[in-house]
C-alpha cells in the first residue's frame, strides 16, 4: 500500500509543489508589500471589452469580462513567480523571445518615420532596377518532341523551319507536335518564360531577331521553333506608379539599418571572453561545406 502511494505522480507534484514554496518563502521573505500588487487599470478593462466586443460582435457579461480580467490576473502572479524562481535563466525560448522584443522596439521607432517625396525619389533613383517595369515579349513556337522523332529531330526541325519562313502567316497550330503549353505567349516577362521553359529557352529568346522564325532553341522539353513578335524594353517608372512599393522598401532599410545601429550601441557596452576555437574543427566544417 505504502509503495503504491509512493508511486503516485499526484504526491509527487505535491513534495515538489511543497519545496518550491519553501525555498521561495526563504528567497522572498523580505519582499515589501507593494511588490505584491497587482494593477488592473481602465484601460486594460476598456481593451479586454473592446477584444471582446470586435470578436463576438456584442458586449461581455459581468462574469465574462471577470474570467477575461482573472486570466490576466493569474498570468501576472505566475510571470512574477516564474521570474523571482529564476526559471527564466538559461531558457533558449524565453531568452530568444526577449531578445525578438528588443529587437522590436527598434522597429517600432522606426516604422514611426514618415518619409518625404523626396527622400522616397532618391531612394528610387538608387534602386531604380528593382522598381523598373519589366521587359516583356510575345513569341509564337513549334514544338518538336526528341522521344517522336529520334534521329529526325535536326532534320525536321530544319525542314520545318524553312516552311515556316517561307509561309509565316499560316496556322502553327498544326505544325510540330503536341505539348501542354499554348502555342503563343502575349506580354510576357522573362522570368514567366523561364519558369514556362527553362532558363536556357529564357537566354536564348533574349538573343532572338523580332519578326522571324528562327531556330530551333531547346528547352527542357525538346526542340522550339520560334517567332518573337514583339519585344518591349524594361522601362523606368515614376514615384507616382510605385510609391507604395519604394515606401515599404524603405522602410525595410531604414528599420534594418536601425536595428544594427541599435545593437551595435549595446555591443559597445560590453566585454565578449570567449574561447578559443577550435581550427582544426572549423577547417574540417569548411571542407564539408565545399
Same mark, same amino acid.
Given at each position: 500500500?505504502?509503495?503504491?502511494?509512493?508511486?503516485?505522480?499526484?504526491?509527487?507534484?505535491?513534495?515538489?509543489?511543497?519545496?518550491? &514554496?519553501?525555498?521561495?518563502?526563504?528567497?522572498?521573505?523580505?519582499?515589501?508589500?507593494?511588490?505584491?500588487?497587482?494593477?488592473?487599470?481602465?484601460?486594460?478593462?476598456?481593451?479586454?471589452?473592446?477584444?471582446?466586443?470586435?470578436?463576438?460582435?456584442?458586449?461581455?457579461?459581468?462574469?465574462?469580462?471577470?474570467?477575461?480580467?482573472?486570466?490576466?490576473?493569474?498570468?501576472?502572479?505566475?510571470?512574477?513567480?516564474?521570474?523571482?524562481?529564476?526559471?527564466?535563466?538559461?531558457?533558449?525560448?524565453?531568452?530568444?523571445?526577449?531578445? #525578438?522584443?528588443?529587437?522590436?522596439?527598434?522597429?517600432?521607432?522606426?516604422?514611426?518615420?514618415?518619409?518625404?517625396?523626396?527622400?522616397?525619389?532618391?531612394?528610387?533613383?538608387?534602386?531604380?532596377?528593382? &522598381?523598373?517595369?519589366?521587359?516583356?515579349?510575345?513569341?509564337?513556337?513549334?514544338?518538336?518532341?526528341?522521344?517522336?522523332?529520334?534521329?529526325?529531330?535536326?532534320?525536321?526541325?530544319?525542314?520545318?523551319?524553312?516552311?515556316?519562313?517561307?509561309?509565316?502567316? #499560316?496556322?502553327?497550330?498544326?505544325?510540330?507536335?503536341?505539348?501542354?503549353?499554348?502555342?503563343?505567349?502575349?506580354?510576357?516577362?522573362?522570368? #514567366?518564360?523561364?519558369?514556362?521553359?527553362?532558363?536556357?529557352?529564357?537566354?536564348?529568346?533574349?538573343?532572338?531577331?523580332?519578326?522571324?522564325?528562327?531556330?530551333?532553341?531547346?528547352?527542357?522539353?525538346?526542340?522550339?521553333?520560334?517567332?518573337?513578335?514583339?519585344?518591349?524594353?524594361?522601362?523606368?517608372?515614376?514615384?507616382?506608379?510605385?510609391?507604395?512599393?519604394?515606401?515599404?522598401?524603405?522602410?525595410?532599410?531604414?528599420?534594418?539599418?536601425?536595428?544594427?545601429? &541599435?545593437?551595435?550601441?549595446?555591443?559597445?557596452?560590453?566585454?565578449?571572453?570567449?574561447?578559443?576555437?577550435?581550427?582544426?574543427?572549423?577547417?574540417?566544417?569548411?571542407?564539408?561545406?565545399?
Amino acid at each position: 500500500m505504502l509503495r503504491t502511494i509512493i508511486k503516485e505522480p499526484l504526491l509527487h507534484f505535491g513534495v515538489l509543489g511543497a519545496l518550491l &514554496f519553501v525555498l521561495y518563502g526563504i528567497e522572498r521573505g523580505g519582499e515589501s508589500d507593494s511588490q505584491k500588487e497587482i494593477v488592473l487599470s481602465a484601460q486594460d478593462i476598456e481593451r479586454h471589452i473592446a477584444l471582446f466586443e470586435r470578436k463576438w460582435q456584442r458586449m461581455p457579461t459581468r462574469d465574462e469580462l471577470q474570467g477575461l480580467l482573472e486570466n490576466d490576473i493569474r498570468e501576472e502572479i505566475l510571470y512574477r513567480e516564474a521570474i523571482a524562481l529564476g526559471l527564466d535563466q538559461h531558457d533558449a525560448i524565453v531568452r530568444r523571445r526577449l531578445a #525578438q522584443k528588443m529587437d522590436f522596439i527598434s522597429a517600432d521607432i522606426t516604422d514611426m518615420l514618415q518619409p518625404t517625396d523626396e527622400e522616397l525619389q532618391v531612394y528610387l533613383d538608387n534602386n531604380a532596377s528593382s &522598381f523598373e517595369e519589366p521587359a516583356r515579349y510575345s513569341f509564337s513556337h513549334v514544338y518538336l518532341n526528341p522521344d517522336k522523332r529520334g534521329e529526325k529531330l535536326a532534320q525536321d526541325a530544319g525542314q520545318l523551319l524553312k516552311k515556316l519562313q517561307q509561309a509565316p502567316a #499560316q496556322g502553327i497550330d498544326t505544325l510540330g507536335d503536341p505539348i501542354m503549353l499554348a502555342s503563343s505567349f502575349s506580354d510576357s516577362e522573362i522570368s #514567366q518564360v523561364s519558369r514556362q521553359f527553362g532558363q536556357m529557352f529564357a537566354d536564348a529568346l533574349l538573343k532572338s531577331p523580332v519578326g522571324e522564325w528562327h531556330g530551333p532553341i531547346a528547352s527542357g522539353y525538346g526542340l522550339h521553333l520560334v517567332l518573337l513578335s514583339e519585344a518591349e524594353p524594361a522601362r523606368p517608372v515614376a514615384l507616382s506608379e510605385v510609391r507604395d512599393k519604394v515606401e515599404r522598401e524603405w522602410r525595410r532599410e531604414r528599420r534594418e539599418e536601425a536595428e544594427l545601429a &541599435f545593437y551595435r550601441s549595446l555591443r559597445e557596452q560590453y566585454q565578449v571572453v570567449m574561447a578559443p576555437l577550435d581550427d582544426s574543427a572549423v577547417e574540417l566544417a569548411e571542407v564539408q561545406e565545399e
